[in-house]
């Protein structure tokens, strides 16, 4: 021992040492403890030390703290240390940090008033509760109410429920939750709704027994025990009330910051209705009796609407108007009575003024004399042997009669009140068991102790003897059980204390003694106290400052009461004379209270007797002598008989225990007073259940889980295969005190404090192999690092050598190169010089040279002129003698010639004077005038070409053309004139060299023009492509205004569509809530029914009558009719029962019309569903159309082209309609064998009317493209008119241009345009800038559009052609194939071709616009779709007609071989053959239907159906053989047009297939077998019902097998509903199979071993979390789901149906999963998380290998996930709470929160969730708009649909196999 106390009491141990304000003050030690140390060295947690003294004698050292990880656990007993500090910072840590406010100590359940209302109450709370052991969920009082409810069921024993505590702590509420709960677990036996009225009881006791106290709002002031009785299948069928103590002093008297019982102020808050009118009541503050603690209202409560809720529970337990009525009236008159003012007399008499408005309402509200009423008042009647007087009384006493008088009626009215609801709840079954629910006031200790905490602290000694000796034979059966040595433990035994209290001469007995005694006193009475029990009992004390008060040591506390008022209460008197005006009055109620005044008073303390002698008669008789001394009991023997009578049932009973807390006495939410809970733990028991355990083996372990605990404790050869002996041998290493361990069966039971010790050397020994493990991570490390700087040392050194080395390297370098440019620049100097001398030298030498050389040459050249001076002067002189010799000669020849001239002329002068030489003259003259006008056209070509080269010069060179032709006529005119005008000869020459030097002139002129043309043409050029730089610009401004208005309209047509998203997604959501709502109702109509079953069963048992009989029904019975009666029916006519009529007479009328009625509101409210989907349905349709009229709205210019445009088509149709009319007639006509040839009438019809369809189209394409191009313009208008409104800088040229909307007048401003600007501008000023650019602009926009008409136009024009050539073609085709075909089917396919032509020209041509109006091509396809339908009426009134030919034909046939061959059979017509020929045997063709006689059809469904074993039927044959059988023998029935048949087959297997799921319901082969079945004969009914949608995917056999008589879509809708009952069936057995597998498996099994530990657990033992055999793991889940899917494939479920039902059980799975884990405070680790996590990932394993990735199964998991990624995500900074936030989006804050308050560390290195965090995480949560719902539903169902899945197998096919014994269908 001291050698644990050493290990254990070392430095940093902590401990706990007195505090007096909070109790107990952690502290830690500074030192270790020796064990000759006088004191301790410790620290507190503020960081001051102190030192700490021990008890020399007893060295009692400080309690220990308990390890961390055991800090707030569930159960106290599972702390290492039992002691009251632990007990108490436990609670504290559950109640503050995790917000959890129950905690089980033991057997025990504290629970701690939260002030808060909390969501954990609901019925989703409930669900998860039910079902479940008390140490597998966290603690509730909904587990104890289930262990309670459980321990009925199983042990065959009645159960108790006892809630205790102080006024305010929450024992009503308790008690209140724990009927709530056996209400909604056990529901009623029967349809009077029982548990509604068990719980509509408390609203009524609260309303007249609860009162605001200073500790709460809501105080009971009496104790209740209510008897809560069920039946053999432990369903509730009544209930029970005791009640006890009703706190009668409070009607007439209120402490401040009190009020009187609710139902008083409720009354007043409701005194304006009409019905209490008459009752003159006013506000409550008008009232003595509800103002006088002056807080009349009570916050956030209206008493108005309390006062409904209690008038509803009246009504609903029985109590009718009048009867509430009445029980107002009298509440009213208590209130009237308190304002009765009594007026002193004199001394000793008192009066009550006349006519008192108060005394008058009371008198007329009770119905009493206002005179008797006032006389007995203010007087009393004495009666002697002989003689009665009447006495005054004073007004004291006077207002003490009055007041007693007050609640003396109130007691009777609580106690009427009390026992009719009693009546209300009891029943005539049979009571099996019961459980009750004790409601009684704690422990109560004030200032100024009375009578009534005399009382309630007696009754808590009787229930705290029985509460130990409870607890003591517990921990006995435990040790016995385990075969511990049981040793006994001393605890507290009250017994001395209840026999000072109830024993002979006790308080009680001296306290009745003296109430009899004629002047008997409060004094006297504590005299003989004083003087019987101050010596011989220590429990009794005398107060020492006081005679007139006792002090009693109860088990909890001292009490000091004072004597005062103990006698006045215990007899509890009231005026006779009172009661026998009361009794007189006309008031039936009143009268009805007070009638048992003179009966034995029942044993339930709810009578205050009025005192023995104010009933005293003169003459009594027997009966009144009996029930006088009945009635002398006082208040105090009637409340010892009642407790003694609770006591025997409580010790009948299996209690258990709730113990109520009070945490603060502020009633602050969540505020946590230590002082005061110890003072409550300390009165309710739960450290006394602490000592007794701690006295024993408190921690308590199974040999499994200390292995999986304390195997790290443990050496590898000390593990052996026998786990009990491992834990002996470690355990006795371990521990060297024996005693401190003792070895049970199944256990292993320590002393307290042994679990801490083991904690610590487990700590010690991980924390040793952390140590472990971080020094050789860290040598690792270190070494790393190490390994890491001397590489780079080396690093370090190799790079500084080698920066050395290169440094030397370098100096080496400059100092050879500093040498060598050393070298050469001596060198370039040396030869710098030499070069200058050589220079100098070389420039005198030239100098030198040059000057000799000059010399001679300027004398050679003196030479050379000298030479050329001779020569030029003899020249010279030649040639002067030469030409005076010439000019000799030459003067001699003129000499000469003249003579021979003179001699000439003369004969010329003669010739010239003659006709020849005239004309010879002119004719040259011509010759040459010819050659001037031949040049001068020559001249006008020139100036024609410069003309044509300048545009600019053409007038003037044509005015000097003419000028120059004016002039050559004058030539011509002066030809004629030539002989006498030669002389003009020059003049021509003249004007000639003028025309000469004008063309020069003009020349020059030219190239001026060519050369500003030039420059022109470049300073356009430079101005183009300036603006075309600026239109880019302008371009990139409009791309990205463009850009910007297509982004937002991309935006609005997100937006808009994800606002069509969100509606579709609502109206999918509604759709769904409604298919739910539905399917529930159909869940309730089918749970109807089958209670509307069991009672005929059980009737028809209880009078044994069975008589066969059979009722026929109405063959015309509809089919509406047979969905709702086809139940009743079959059984009916299975049961064969004649007399079922009478047993339903002798049925219990109101039931049967309960049942009808609820059948009714079901079908109309099944009928009100479908109507508010198809009204849903409308609703989107009129959305969706209301969006479309909006989107036609905006397009308002477009709709009206295309209503033209409509009309033009309609117009053509109507025309093509015409044609086709006289197509059709002409082939009528010409029908012969050769009318379809070449050149008959039809054939050139036909091909008339394809030329004229053909020219028809071409009209209309162009009048197509007319109004294209107007669009286009139009359009192009609303385009610029848009860039007007979004550029920036809108173009003025715009308008302008939008103004010329037609093509030719763009074409002529185009043309001015360009004429214009080729117009010389020589003389006129250069442009602007802006004129250049907006006419740019003008014609870049008139381009543009140009060419996209013209692109558009060639791209229709192409398309066009392609359509015409392809329709040339197609028709031609056709053409060809119908000439080929027969007359009848020619017409036909014409007809055909002709309607597909025209569909489809007028969808082309509705195409061409993409905008077109949708209503346009619904209306033509409604149009075409009438057609089609028409046509295919037609085609099956013919195939109808045909097969009634054939039929009638073949019976025909039949009569007619039967009469000619009389009895001769057709086999013996085949045998007697003519010829000796083979005759093969033709194969019969089977039609897919069987025929059975009507006397069948119950062996038809009894083998079929009843009879069939679904796994034969699985493995060996097709699947859905029975529906295709039932199938085919429908189709004869319909094939026959038997309706009776139809309607009697369709109800008989709908019954059948209700009555084998009835009865093997739980079996999950035979539900899933005729799932696939109903869901395969539903598919059947869809694909041969003959409706287009269905016949889709058939083949064409399959379409001739299709009904042809009747219309079944009614009985599809029941077959619908019959499938999803059963679907709800199939659900809710893969759930009953699953259930014990999903916490075990996915919560408890540890799928990854020694991931987590177990924790200590306390007396509540949870599940074992380690795998035993009978243990279900997560392979039992996966091999349950396989098992479940391979079945259904087997029966041939629909695939789709599979992904429904996978979804649904992976939701369950999620579901409960995830509420365990919310109810699980064990399970809230980071080593569960990953756990969680992996058992996840399996299961999508699963999924994935089947194929069902994609059927939403994953998605219902990801709550599941995400919770467990919150246990294991970092719970710290705001950056973490930022990442859960977003990571759990699936999960609810409620959830969210719950898991981190939760989240429990395994071990202790682990550390808990900080308050701030959580904090935290909730304000960042609190914008979500979720549920407040903290658990998922695990009974929500998703609706299920069936989608239409035909089948391709062939009826005719399927052949039928012996084993089923249907030999008796026929195949047809």
């Known amino acids: 021992m001291n050698r644990e106390l050493e290990y254990m009491f070392v430095q940093s141990a902590r401990v706990w040492i007195p505090d007096a304000e909070e109790v107990w003050k952690s502290a830690e030690l500074a030192k270790d403890y020796k064990n000759d140390d006088a004191s301790l060295q410790l620290m507190l947690e503020d960081g001051t030390t102190i030192d700490h003294k021990l008890d020399p004698k007893t060295k009692n050292l400080p309690y220990l703290r308990n390890p961390d990880i055991l800090v707030g656990e569930n159960d106290l007993t599972a702390l290492s240390y039992l002691h009251e500090p632990a007990v108490l910072h436990n609670l504290k840590v559950r109640f503050i940090d995790s917000k959890l406010i129950y905690t089980y100590c033991g057997i025990v359940l504290v629970a701690i008033n939260p002030y808060e209302t909390l969501p954990i109450y609901g019925t989703d709370i409930i669900n998860a509760y039910s079902g479940q052991n008390m140490g597998d969920m966290d603690p509730h009082i909904f587990a104890v109410a289930e262990e309670a409810y459980k321990q009925m069921a199983r042990d065959e024993r009645n159960q108790s429920i006892i809630v205790s505590g102080e ?685 000799m050389a000059r010399q001679k040459y300027q004398a050679l050249l003196r030479e050379h002129k000298a030479v050329i001076i001779q020569k030029h002067v003899r020249g010279w002189l030649a040639r002067c003698w030469y030409k005076r010799c010439l000019e000799a000669i030459v003067y001699l020849q003129c000499c000469i010639r003249r003579m021979r001239a003179k001699r000439e002329l003369k004969k010329l002068k003669i010739e010239a004077r003659s006709v020849e030489h005239f004309k010879k003259l002119n004719k040259g003259m011509e010759n040459k005038i010819m050659q001037l006008q031949r040049k001068i056209d020559e001249q006008n070509k020139d100036n024609r070409v410069i003309s044509e080269r300048l545009v600019s010069l053409e007038s003037s060179y044509a005015s000097e053309s003419e000028r120059m032709r004016g002039e050559l006529g004058r030539l011509r005119g002066v030809e004629e004139d030539a002989k006498n005008k030669t002389n003009q000869v020059s003049s021509l020459l003249e004007e000639l060299e003028k025309l000469r030097k004008e063309l020069s002139v003009t020349q020059q002129e030219k190239k001026t023009i060519e050369d500003w043309a030039q420059k022109y043409r470049d300073e356009m050029e430079k101005m183009v492509s300036e603006l075309k730089d600026q239109n880019g610009l302008l371009k990139k401004e409009k791309d990205d205004l463009n850009r910007m208005i297509q982004e937002q309209s991309q935006q609005m047509t997100e937006k808009m569509t994800r606002a069509i998203a969100q509606e579709t997604q609502q109206l999918e959501t509604d759709l769904n809530e409604e298919r739910s709502r539905y399917q529930n109702l159909l869940t309730e109509h089918l749970r109807l029914e089958e209670k509307y079953d069991d009672l005929k069963e059980e009737l028809a048992h209880s009078t044994n009558v069975s008589k066969p009989g059979h009722r026929r029904t109405d063959s015309t019975h509809s089919s509406n009719e047979s969905e709702y009666t086809y139940n009743s029916e079959y059984a009916e006519l299975e049961d064969g029962s004649r007399v079922g009529e009478d047993v339903t007479r002798g049925m219990d009328t109101s039931l049967t019309l309960k049942l009808q009625k609820r059948v009714t509101e079901l079908e109309q409210e099944k009928q009100s569903l479908r109507n508010e989907l198809e009204n849903r349905e409308e609703q989107f349709q009129r959305a969706r159309a209301r969006d479309d009229a909006q989107f036609r709205k905006a397009r308002g210019a477009e709709l009206e082209y295309e209503s033209l445009k409509r009309q033009e088509l309609e117009s053509e149709n109507k025309k093509l309609r015409h044609d086709l009319a006289e197509m059709r007639q002409s082939l009528l006509g010409g029908a012969a064998a050769g009318a379809g040839a070449p050149g008959s009438p039809a054939y050139k019809v036909l091909l008339d009317q394809l030329n004229a369809s053909c020219e028809e189209l071409e009209v209309r394409k162009e009048e197509v493209l007319i109004l294209r191009s107007q669009l286009v313009s139009q359009k192009e208008a609303v385009h610029h008119k848009d860039e007007k409104e979004t550029m920036t800088e809108p173009s003025v040229f715009a308008q302008d241009v939008n103004k010329l909307k037609d093509a030719d007048e763009l074409k002529q401003a185009y043309v001015g345009l360009k004429d214009t600007n080729r117009s010389p501008r020589s003389v006129r000023p250069a442009l602007e800038v802006s004129d250049l650019l907006s006419r740019l602009r003008l014609l870049e926009q008139q381009l543009q559009a140009q060419r996209r008409t013209y692109d558009s136009e060639v791209e229709s024009l192409r398309g066009e052609l392609q359509n015409v050539k392809e329709e040339n073609n197609r028709q031609q085709q056709l053409l060809a194939q119908n000439l080929q075909l027969p007359p009848e089917a020619r017409i036909e396919a014409s007809l055909q071709h002709e309607i597909t032509r025209l569909t489809n020209e007028n969808l082309e041509l509705m195409a061409d616009d993409p905008t077109a109006s949708r209503e346009a091509r619904v209306i033509i396809l409604r149009r075409m779709v009438d057609l089609m339908e028409q046509l295919e009426k037609q085609d099956r009134t013919i195939r109808k007609l045909k097969k009634q030919l054939k039929v009638y034909s073949k019976r025909i046939g039949e009569m007619g071989a039967g009469h000619t061959e009389g009895q001769t059979s057709p086999g013996q017509m085949v045998e007697e053959p003519i010829h000796p020929v083979n005759i093969p045997r033709r194969e019969k063709d089977f039609q897919g239907m069987l025929e059975y006689k009507k006397e069948d059809e119950m062996k038809l469904v009894k083998n079929l159906i009843l009879e069939l074993k679904p796994r034969g039927v699985a493995v060996n044959l097709i699947p859905g053989l029975p529906a295709y059988i039932l199938f085919m023998c429908l189709r004869h029935a319909d094939y026959v047009n038997d309706d009776q048949k139809v309607r009697t087959l369709l109800t008989s297997t709908i019954n059948s297939i209700k009555k084998i799921l009835k009865k093997r319901g739980d079996d999950f082969e035979t539900v899933s077998f005729w799932l696939a079945n109903t869901c395969r004969f539903l598919h059947c009914l869809k694909q041969y019902s003959g409706d287009e949608a269905f016949m889709k995917h058939n083949t064409s056999r399959q379409n001739e097998h299709c009904l042809s008589n009747f219309d079944l879509a009614e009985y599809r809708q029941v077959i619908s509903d019959l499938a999803i009952q059963i679907y709800q069936q199939l659900v809710k057995c893969m759930e009953n199979i699953l259930q014990p597998m999903i916490v075990s498996g996915m919560l408890e099994h540890e799928t990854i071993q020694g991931v987590s530990g177990v924790k200590p657990t306390g007396l509540r033992k949870r599940t074992s979390s380690i795998a035993d055999e009978g243990t279900y793991t997560l392979d039992s889940i996966l091999r349950q789901l396989s098992a479940f899917h391979s079945t259904m494939c087997q029966h041939g479920t629909d695939p789709e149906l599979i992904k429904q039902v996978v979804k649904q059980l992976f939701y369950i799975i999620g579901a409960v999963t995830l509420n365990n884990l919310l109810l699980r405070k064990d399970m809230c680790s980071w080593s569960k998380g990953m756990q969680i996590r992996y058992n996840v990932s399996q299961l999508e394993e699963w999924l994935r290998d089947k194929g069902l990735m994609n059927c939403g199964a994953k998605e219902t998991l990801e709550p599941l996930i995400q919770a467990a990624q919150l246990l294991q995500v970092k719970k710290k900074t705001d950056e973490d709470a930022e990442a859960i936030c977003s990571m759990c989006h699936a999960l609810t804050t409620a959830q969210i929160v719950k898991v981190l308050n939760l989240y429990t560390p395994v071990n202790e290195f682990e550390e808990r969730v900080s308050v701030a965090f959580i904090r935290t995480i909730q304000t960042r949560l609190r914008d979500r708009c979720e549920s407040p719902q903290l658990l998922m539903d695990t009974k929500m169902i998703y609706p299920v649909t069936f989608p239409f899945s035909p089948s391709s197998l062939a009826l005719e096919t399927i052949q039928i196999p012996t084993s089923l014994n249907l030999s008796f269908l026929t195949r047809v």
Not at 356 to 385: I, P
Not at 543 to 550: C, E, I, V
Request: glycine fraction near 4%.
């Open 167 to 851: 006024s305010g702590a929450g024992k009503t509420v308790s008690a209140k939750y724990a009927m709530r709960y056996f209400a909604t677990v056990s529901g009623s036996a029967s349809e009077a709704n029982v548990e509604e009225k068990v719980l509509a009881s408390n609203p009524i006791m609260e309303a007249i027994g609860n009162a605001k106290t200073t500790r709460n709002d809501n105080s009971s002031r009496f104790g209740k025990y209510i008897e809560i009785g069920f039946d053999n299948r432990y369903r509730i069928i009544g209930a029970n009330m005791r009640t006890y103590l009703l706190e009668k002093s409070r009607v007439v008297f209120q402490a401040d910051e009190e009020r009187n019982y609710h139902i008083f102020y409720q009354l007043c808050a409701s005194a304006n209705q009409p019905e209490f009118k008459n009752l003159r009541l006013s506000t409550a503050n008008d009232f003595l009796y509800t103002r006088q603690g002056r807080s009349p209202v009570i916050e956030g409560i209206d008493d108005a609407k309390e006062l409904r809720t209690t008038r509803h529970a009246f009504t609903l337990l029985g109590i009718n108007e009048s009867y509430q009525i009445g029980l107002f009236q009298v509440l009213a008159a208590i209130l009237h009575l308190g304002n009765v003012e009594i007026k002193d007399r004199d001394s000793d008499s008192s009066l009550i003024a006349p006519n008192n408005r108060h005394l008058t309402a009371f008198c007329e509200l009770v119905g009493v004399t206002y005179q008797d009423m006032s006389q007995w008042l203010c007087h009393r009647k004495l009666k002697t042997a002989t003689e009665t007087y009447i006495k005054p009384l004073p007004r004291l006493q006077a207002t003490n009669a009055r007041d007693a008088l007050s609640k003396h009626i109130y007691a009777k009215l609580f106690s009427w009140i009390v026992e009719h609801v009693n009546k209300a709840l009891v029943t005539n079954v049979k009571q099996h068991s019961f459980i009750g629910v004790l409601d009684i006031y704690g422990f109560e200790t004030f200032e100024i102790n009375s009578f009534e905490q005399f009382c309630i602290n007696y009754a808590n000694e009787k229930l705290q003897q029985q509460f130990n000796m409870h607890v003591f034979k517990l921990e006995q059966e435990e040790y016995m059980k385990e075969q511990i040595p049981w040793t006994l433990i001393d605890f507290y035994d009250n017994q001395p204390c209840i026999n000072l209290i109830e024993a002979k001469m006790g308080i009680l007995d001296l306290l009745d003694e003296e109430c009899k005694m004629p002047k008997g006193s409060d004094d006297s009475w504590a005299q003989k106290l004083y003087n019987t029990h101050l010596k011989t009992c220590s429990l009794f004390e005398k107060p020492r400052m006081s005679n007139r008060a006792f002090i009693i040591q109860h088990f909890a506390d001292k009490v000091e009461y004072q004597c005062e008022g103990f006698l006045e209460k215990n007899k509890d008197t009231v005026n006779e004379e009172q009661i026998h005006v009361l009794k007189a009055s006309k008031f039936d109620l009143l009268v009805e209270l007070f009638q048992d005044e003179e009966k034995a008073t029942t044993p339930t303390g709810q009578v205050p007797g009025t005192g023995g002698r104010t009933r005293l008669s003169i003459k009594p008789d027997k009966g009144r002598d009996t029930s006088s001394k009945e009635h002398k009991k006082t208040v105090g023997c009637q409340f010892r008989n009642s407790l003694q009578m609770l006591m025997e049932t409580l010790n009948a009973t299996t209690p258990h225990y709730v113990r109520c807390i009070k945490p603060n006495d502020f009633k602050l939410a969540f505020s946590f007073d230590p002082k005061r809970a110890v003072q409550q733990l300390r009165a309710c028991g739960v450290l006394e259940t602490i000592r007794i355990s701690a006295a024993g083996f408190p921690s308590r372990w199974t040999y499994q889980e200390f292995f999986s605990r304390y195997r790290v404790l443990m050496k590898q050869k000390d593990v052996l295969p026998d786990r009990k002996l491992t834990c002996k041998n470690v355990l006795e290493k371990l521990v060297q005190d024996q005693d401190k361990y003792q070895f049970g069966k199944t256990k292993i039971f320590f002393r307290a404090g042994q679990v801490a010790y083991l904690e610590k050397l487990r700590a010690d020994k991980l924390r040793a192999a952390c140590i472990r493990i971080q020094k050789t991570i860290r040598c690792w490390l270190a070494r790393k690092k190490y390994l890491r700087q001397r590489s780079a040392a080396i690093t370090i050194q190799r790079f500084t050598r080698g920066y050395q080395a290169r440094c030397l390297a370098k100096f080496m370098r400059r100092t050879q190169a500093a040498t060598i440019i050393q070298k050469y620049q001596r060198m370039c100097v040396e030869r710098k010089r030499f070069r200058q001398k050589q220079a100098a030298a070389l420039a005198m030498q030239t100098i030198l040279r040059a000057y």
